[in-house]
């Protein structure tokens, strides 16, 4: 710190510590928080509980009556609690410098940012970091992007969101862990502790919040915002395992949801918020409303009008109102009109107050501001590397017939066609808002770096015309093929042809739900049109969800999951194209045949007519057009090597101890060392609620050499073994349960036990 700073920090806590809590070493958090809470106002409180955008960025639709000037003028009367949005230290300072200097108490703001997949410098998106189930690179990942933000003067994130999600149309998969709650909870404990760390008061951590509470992933028909209606077994058993894991982690903020969760706005949920989530799971921390769910409740048909949303929201447990502008305008006159307790004010400016005192904003409100920490940290060499290893992780092969795959390292002749192969922003995914535009290594860059190869390039056809925003529609080519001749030619004189196609980074994410998951515009004539030429195709996919790639799938010998990788993908794909890195990647969302199947997923229940009984009969559960299989199954990959899995072994010892432990040997079969990903699945054959088909209980990853052999032991205990009934109560049936340990969720390795 320099002499002038060190100054200017003196001056500024000792105001601070005069003003808000006196004598600030000596007391607890709590007396703290008692002796501010006594000398704020009504308003005051209120102001803690308001959380504006930005005044230049937005990532949602600005309120109608929303004028700058005035919530400047709110900041500066200490209205304003929280900001999102803002990034970058000169940025933050002056706002703190507001709420620190000029407001009566000097109480400072916390700063919110959708911290995602990483921040200037970008993860893989959440999905992808998911395929790589590797839970210690994922928190590191979280780590780094809490490294970054925070030398950015950032201490708060949105993120991880742990909805669970069967469907993939909904744009929002990307921002998850997939569609499986025993994977989702533990990435989501990976990620709230890489955000928050052990110390969320070290400059270096930043406070994650869990979102969004609960049941935004099930949305009707895939569509964005719709209704939710699912029944207890599906909330307590899917939807909410992944938010309890994160009050496990410690988690300090939840953020509520647009939807409504069976009649109720998520918003509005005392059930959820009050009785689930602060009285049940003991939350101590604070929620924040999603951007203008509060005001929302209005459309929704739950709130007569705009004072009726805040009594509500307020009522049922939201603490902080993102962007409605109704907590700062309507719960104060709701206190003196005695339509809401002023103990829920009180409690709700408290929770985020403790925060505050929890980042230890109050011993220091510029602890996030120190320039040169911003110079050096963002962008790092070291970050650049964890971003790379994670980004080779992600990546899941998919098919590998007449091993085409890894490339020879020279004197070929590579053709790479398709508008993504040499996009250089498309690769960072949807949540980039921090990093720089065309700051990804694209798949053309990465290919180029190998130099035993002639590397020719052909666009084919554009993807995309026109701007390609965060905030607005995309328009996709669906016409302009005059740029497939070109490729066409190029694709007749190469010895292997990459093709990169798939989604535009903006064509997944939120508001962006899609009837069709095929190839999108023009994508699918022009593989077909190379194909023509020559079948010898390497197809590299880029996108932020399951698609449906029947013809390929059946056509193309080879297929790589590239997802969006973020600013190493490039790189990424280049190692395992050639074969540096041996791809392990798992697919953590099941891939459809087509659109009419969904929602599809692995850990479905059985009907009572699973299969015909006479064959030939239309009677039994199944389409008369479509397959009832997908195209690939949740847990899937394939690797350069192969692996072969002895039959399991049970050890059941219930009675005396509660627990089962199932050991399987795994050996690599094939001629490169490989890492595989062990899946332990389980079948409850019959219970006083039906349990799915299969559930994952159990995961771990192992690289063997060539011909290596290793054991793996899982242990089961009731919290595998059990599940809620529709009363909510956690059971463990006696019974017969079936156990599957392999590589995917498809796995015939099966044995037995009775509990
Ligand atoms: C999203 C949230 C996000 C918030 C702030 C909303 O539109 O649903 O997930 O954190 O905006 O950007």
């Not at 960025?57 to 999102?84: I, R, Y």
């Not at 949801?257 to 059930?271: D, E, I, M, R, W």
């Not at 305008?329 to 400016?349: F, H, R, T």
């Not at 650049?384 to 092969?397: Q, T």
Request: include cysteine; charged fraction near 20%.
């Amino acid at each position: 710190m320099t002499i002038a700073k060190r100054i200017f920090f003196t001056s500024i806590s000792f105001f601070v510590f005069n003003s808000c809590a006196s004598d600030s070493n000596e007391q607890s958090v709590d007396d703290r928080l008692d002796t501010l809470l006594s000398k704020m106002t009504l308003e005051e409180k209120i102001g803690q509980m308001n959380q504006y955008s930005s005044f230049w960025d937005v990532t949602g639709p600005a309120p109608k009556e929303g004028s700058t000037a005035k919530q400047f003028e709110q900041l500066k009367n200490g209205l304003v609690g929280s900001m999102l949005n803002v990034n970058g230290v000169e940025n933050v300072r002056k706002l703190q410098q507001i709420a620190v200097e000029e407001t009566r108490l000097g109480i400072p703001l916390i700063f919110g940012f959708d911290v995602i997949h990483g921040f200037k410098t970008i993860s893989p998106i959440p999905l992808a970091e998911a395929a790589s189930w590797d839970l210690e690179a994922i928190e590191l990942s979280a780590k780094n992007a809490a490294l970054e933000a925070s030398a950015a003067g950032i201490n708060w994130t949105f993120a991880p969101m742990v909805d669970i999600s069967r469907d993939a149309r909904w744009g929002r998969v990307m921002e998850g862990a997939g569609e499986d709650p025993y994977l989702g909870s533990k990435i989501a404990h990976a990620r709230v502790k890489g955000f928050q760390g052990d110390d969320l008061s070290a400059p270096t951590t930043i406070a994650a919040c869990a979102k969004h509470f609960a049941g935004y992933g099930f949305p009707e028909a895939g569509k964005e915002y719709n209704t939710v209606d699912i029944g207890a077994p599906t909330l307590h058993n899917m939807v909410m395992p992944p938010f309890k894991a994160t009050i496990d982690a410690g988690v300090r903020t939840f953020m509520n949801s647009f939807s409504q969760l069976n009649g109720v706005p998520a918003t509005g949920s005392k059930y959820l918020q009050r009785t689930l989530l602060k009285e049940k799971w003991n939350f101590d921390g604070f929620i924040v409303s999603d951007w203008g769910s509060i005001s929302e409740m209005v459309a929704h048909g739950y709130a007569k009008g705009d004072n009726h949303a805040a009594e509500l929201a307020i009522n049922a447990g939201s603490d902080m109102d993102m962007e409605s502008h109704l907590y700062v305008n309507e719960l104060a006159s709701l206190v003196k009109e005695g339509k809401v307790d002023p103990a829920l004010i009180n409690d709700a400016a408290r929770r985020i107050l403790k925060v505050k005192f929890e980042l230890g904003l109050f011993d220091d409100p510029y602890k996030y501001c120190d320039e040169a920490r911003e110079a050096s940290v963002i962008g790092s060499q070291s970050n650049l590397s964890e971003v790379l290893d994670l980004a080779k992780k992600s990546i899941v092969l998919l098919k590998n017939e007449n091993n085409v795959l890894p490339l020879a390292k020279k004197g070929q002749k590579i053709a790479v066609i398709g508008a993504l192969a040499s996009d250089k922003t498309s690769p960072l995914g949807n949540w980039r808002l921090a990093a720089d535009i065309n700051s990804a290594v694209s798949l053309l860059e990465g290919l180029k770096a190998y130099s035993g190869n002639t590397i020719t390039y052909a666009k084919g056809a554009d993807l995309t015309t026109g701007k390609t925003e965060f905030v607005s529609d995309l328009t996709i080519n669906t016409t302009d093929t005059s740029g497939f001749k070109e490729a066409i030619t190029l694709a007749k004189k190469s010895d292997v042809v990459i093709m990169a196609l798939g989604e535009h980074a903006m064509q997944s994410g939120e508001g962006r739900s899609r009837a069709y998951l095929g190839l999108p515009g023009v994508q699918q004539e022009l593989l077909e049109a190379v194909f023509a030429v020559n079948k010898n195709i390497v197809l590299v996919l880029s996108n932020g969800r399951p698609l449906t790639i029947p013809w390929a799938a059946q056509n193309i010998p080879t297929i790589l999951e590239g997802w969006h990788l973020g600013t190493q993908s490039g790189n990424a794909l280049a190692q395992v194209l050639y074969g540096d890195y041996n791809p392990s990647g798992k697919l953590p969302m099941t891939f459809p045949r087509s659109v009419g199947q969904l929602p599809l997923y692995y850990n479905y229940k059985n009907t009572g007519r699973p299969s015909p009984v006479n064959p030939g009969e239309v009677f039994w559960t199944h389409y008369i057009d479509q397959k009832n299989t997908p195209q690939y199954p949740f847990g899937f990959g394939l690797s350069y090597t192969t692996f072969g899995f002895s039959k399991p072994i049970v050890n059941n010892t219930y009675n005396q101890n509660k627990q089962v432990t199932v050991s399987v040997k795994v050996t690599n079969t094939g001629k490169r060392e490989g890492k595989e990903t062990v899946q332990l699945y389980l079948r409850d054959i019959y219970a006083s609620v039906i349990r799915p088909m299969r559930e994952l209980k159990g995961f771990e990853q192992v690289v063997l050499t060539p011909g290596q052999t290793k054991e793996i032991i899982f242990t089961l205990t009731e919290q595998e073994l059990g599940f809620f009934n529709n009363q909510q109560k956690w059971l463990v049936e006696k019974g017969d349960f079936e156990v599957y340990v392999g590589e995917d969720s498809q796995t015939i390795n099966q044995v037995n036990f009775k509990l």
